[in-house]
């Protein structure tokens, strides 16, 4: 008992436990805040990834409007519900 409560006391064993605890729970960079950011980057870098891909779907959506005028024809007639002389678009929403 008097060689537990000797390391206990000893001077490099409290500093060394009062910067353990300086570090992991007060300090600006603290263990929960860097796990919070980690987390925040992790979703970030999600959501980079799936900005990339839509980013490549409306390329290649945009390369065929300007390549294929069947595809553009498509496109006006079903989003700006254009159509040809003499024909009659009916809408149906649900």
């Known amino acids: 008992m008097k ?3 000797k390391v206990i006391t ?3 064993f409290v500093a060394t436990l009062m910067f353990v ?3 992991v729970f007060f300090d600006q960079n603290d263990w929960i805040t860097m796990h919070q950011r980690q987390k ?3 979703g970030v870098k ?3 990834k ?3 891909t839509e980013i490549a779907r409306m390329n290649n959506e945009r390369n065929d409007l300007l390549t294929n005028n069947s595809k553009l024809e498509q496109y006006a007639r079903e ?3 254009m159509k040809h002389e003499g024909e009659d ?3 149906i929403e649900k």
């Open 50 to 52: 799936y900005l990339n």
């Open 89 to 91: 678009v009916y809408v």
């Open 46 to 48: 999600d959501n980079i």
């Open 21 to 23: 605890l300086w570090t």
């Open 3 to 5: 060689k537990v409560l």
């Open 79 to 81: 989003h700006y519900r």
């Open 10 to 12: 000893n001077k490099y």
């Open 40 to 42: 925040e980057l992790n």
